[in-house]
T-cell receptor
Framework: GAVVSQHPSWVICKSGTSVKIECRSLDFQATTMFWYRQFPKQSLMLMATSNEGSKATYEQGVEKDKFLINHASLTLSTLTVTSAHPEDSSFYIC??????????????FGPGTRLTVT | GQSLEQPSEVTAVEGAIVQINCTYQTSGFYGLSWYQQHDGGAPTFLSYNALDGLEETGRFSSFLSRSDSYGYLLLQELQMKDSASYFC??????????FGSGTQLTVLP
């Protein structure tokens, strides 16, 4: 149990376009979802935390108008990178916590989405 | 805020035992987690310590000393497939995790 999926697994887009990444909890209700960004050989940096039905809480330095997060249901959160630029190229990973057989605070990670902006 | 320190690289041979240390400074502390990440993959949960002591899960064990703000991950009977990055992560609030910079473990034949 506690499976999280992400779509797409990789995407290449042109500079200036927007890209939407989906994160789904497949077998549990995710009351909280997290979005991370990871550059090569670096750690996971938390971008924002979203609770179902509420506005996301962004970490310091993360532009909320550039990285739009929607958590409209207990199984789906989306991250939209607006007006993407090459420096936004990264590995984006979501995680979810909620009503699972394990701890409700444990985070279950999706497989990640590799974004390349050309 | 939170800060975590762990070695950047560790190398060991198959069958050996390796310990990856993690020290942390946090404004709040619920527990210390460990994750494994293979290249290009997502982090996989390994263990979680909320209280002092040793937690054992198969070949992997994790230790926490809250008074020393220190923990470690112990990997026994190393296998080639254990080559990966290992991250410690502090749960500073009930739900949020702050990750360390990661330790790249290379297992040699």
């Amino acid at each position: 149990g506690a499976v999280v999926s992400q779509h797409p697994s990789w995407v290449i887009c042109k500079s200036g376009t927007s890209v939407k990444i989906e994160c789904r909890s497949l077998d549990f209700q995710a009351t909280t979802m997290f979005w991370y960004r990871q550059f090569p050989k670096q750690s996971l940096m938390l971008m924002a935390t979203s609770n179902e039905g509420s506005k996301a809480t962004y970490e310091q330095g993360v532009e909320k108008d550039k990285f739009l997060i929607n958590h409209a249901s207990l199984t789906l959160s989306t991250l939209t990178v607006t007006s993407a630029h090459p420096e936004d190229s990264s590995f984006y990973i979501c995680s979810a916590s909620g009503n699972t057989s394990g701890s409700e605070y444990e985070q279950y990670f999706g497989p990640g989405t590799r974004l390349t902006v050309t | 805020g939170q800060s975590l320190e762990q070695p950047s690289e560790v190398t060991a041979v198959e069958g050996a035992i390796v310990q990856i240390n993690c020290t942390y400074q946090t404004s709040g502390f619920y527990g210390l987690s460990w994750y494994q990440q293979h290249d290009g993959g997502a982090p996989t949960f390994l263990s979680y310590n909320a209280l002092d002591g040793l937690e054992e899960t198969g070949r992997f064990s994790s230790f926490l000393s809250r008074s020393d703000s220190y923990g470690y991950l112990l990997l026994q009977e190393l296998q080639m497939k254990d080559s990966a990055s290992y991250f410690c992560a502090v749960r500073g609030s009930a739900r949020q995790l702050t990750f360390g910079s990661g330790t790249q473990l290379t297992v040699l034949p």
